[in-house]
Structures are given as structure tokens and as C-alpha cells.
T-cell receptor
Framework: AQSVTQLDSQVPVFEEAPVELRCNYS??????LFWYVQYPNQGLQLLLK??????LVKGINGFEAEFNKSQTSFHLRKPSVHISDTAEYFC???????????????FGQGTILTVHP | EAQVTQNPRYLITVTGKKLTVTCSQN?????MSWYRQDPGLGLRQIYY???????DKGDVPEGYKVSRKEKRNFPLILESPSPNQTSLYFC???????????????FGPGTRLTVT
């Protein structure tokens, strides 16, 4: 069984400051990893994903994440945030069994990022 | 436009009255899923389907049913809704193929359900 822990439920930060949203996962098999963003009163949108290859993954809106297999982490970072980055961010994991994902996706509890002027 | 649609967007109902929330995608995706979102709990998968007539339980399947008779549709059925099923529900679809955004979940706009 897979699980995801987002270590911070809320992260306040000032505009133009760097930010890191932390995500740890557990799984007995290889995984695919994702970060999604949910703006207020909207659905979820993919920020980035790790399927294989380079452990540093770049996504939309200047976000990036690094897959660390030994620490089972997939932290999300942005060097300089904007007011418009205020949203809730979700880390998610899917087991990769036999080279394919069977569609079961587990989300973390979410981290609310609030960017202050 | 590639999209996942859900209906209705808002629903208020009473305990025990059967309801169906429809979900449809136009991207020819193999995988479809239903999630519920509750404050502090993130999204929890209710059911998922890997293709027509192939479905499996997610983490919180109790009280829900699904069917996948056509590739594009994946309705969520609450046979006897209860107040603890009051939540925000999302349908999503995805594909394992690189040309279709491998494994990226495309989400619908959500259905806010209130059971009194």
C-alpha cells in the first residue's frame, strides 16, 4: 500500500521569496510522483510529474521538484513566488507495477501556500 | 477542447435518495477515477477504472458504486446517500501513453454534494 505525507499544512511566505513544499511517500514498489495545484474554487491542475529519468523535474509556472529515492521524498520548490501562486498544492503517488500504473493514485493532505505582498 | 465534464455541479439531497453524478471525457483515455475532497484530508480515491468493464476500489469505496460501460463515461452512484458523504467530488481521466500526457490526471470541475 502506498501513502503520502505532506509535512506542512500551511506555508506563508512573502512575495519574491523562495519556497519549498515538502512531500514524503511510502511504497513497496517503484512509483510515479506528481504535484498538482488547486486554485480557489477550481479543479486540480498538474504542475509536474516524475515518471523516470532525471530526478530533477521542471514544471509549469517556474516550479521544480526533486525525486530522492533514498529519502522517499519529492519536494516542490520555486526560487521566487508571486501572489498568483497562492493556492493549495497536492503531492500524489502511483505505484508502478510491471512498468505500468494501474490507475490507483494516492494524494497527500495538501499544503496551502499563501503568498503575502 | 479536451475536457472532463461532470453533472450536476451542485446537488443538495436528502438521506436515502439515490443519486447519480455523471462524468464524461472526450480524450479517449483508458483510466478514469472518482475522488472526494474533504478539508484536511486531501483527495481520496473512491473507485477507478482501467478500461471498459474493468473497475476497482480505491481507498474509500463504501457507499458508492460505479460502472464503465463506455470508454468515455464513468458515473458515480450513491444508492442511499448519508450525511457523511457530503463532500466535493472530482472525476478524472488519464492515459498511460506518452502522446496523451502519460499518467497525468485530467480533472473535471467538481460536484459539490450536500446530503441532509
Amino acid at each position: 500500500a502506498q501513502s503520502v505525507t505532506q509535512l506542512d499544512s500551511q506555508v506563508p511566505v512573502f512575495e519574491e521569496a523562495p519556497v519549498e513544499l515538502r512531500c514524503n511517500y511510502s511504497s513497496s514498489v517503484s512509483v510515479y510522483l506528481f504535484w498538482y495545484v488547486q486554485y480557489p474554487n477550481q479543479g486540480l491542475q498538474l504542475l509536474l510529474k516524475y515518471l523516470s529519468g532525471s530526478t530533477l523535474v521542471k514544471g509549469i509556472n517556474g516550479f521544480e521538484a526533486e525525486f530522492n529515492k533514498s529519502q522517499t521524498s519529492f519536494h516542490l520548490r520555486k526560487p521566487s513566488v508571486h501572489i498568483s501562486d497562492t493556492a493549495e498544492y497536492f503531492c500524489a503517488v502511483s505505484d508502478r507495477v510491471g512498468g505500468t500504473s494501474y490507475g490507483k493514485l494516492t494524494f497527500g493532505q495538501g499544503t496551502i501556500l499563501t503568498v503575502h505582498p | 477542447e479536451a475536457q472532463v465534464t461532470q453533472n450536476p455541479r451542485y446537488l443538495i439531497t436528502v438521506t436515502g435518495k439515490k443519486l447519480t453524478v455523471t462524468c464524461s471525457q472526450n480524450m479517449n483515455h483508458e483510466y478514469m477515477s472518482w475522488y472526494r475532497q474533504d478539508p484536511g484530508l486531501g483527495l481520496r480515491q473512491i473507485y477507478y477504472s482501467m478500461n471498459v468493464e474493468v473497475t476497482d476500489k480505491g481507498d474509500v469505496p463504501e457507499g458508492y458504486k460505479v460502472s464503465r460501460k463506455e470508454k468515455r463515461n464513468f458515473p458515480l452512484i450513491l444508492e442511499s446517500p448519508s450525511p457523511n458523504q457530503t463532500s466535493l467530488y472530482f472525476c478524472a481521466s488519464s492515459s498511460p501513453f506518452p502522446g496523451q500526457g502519460a499518467y497525468e490526471q485530467y480533472f473535471g470541475p467538481g460536484t459539490r454534494l450536500t446530503v441532509t
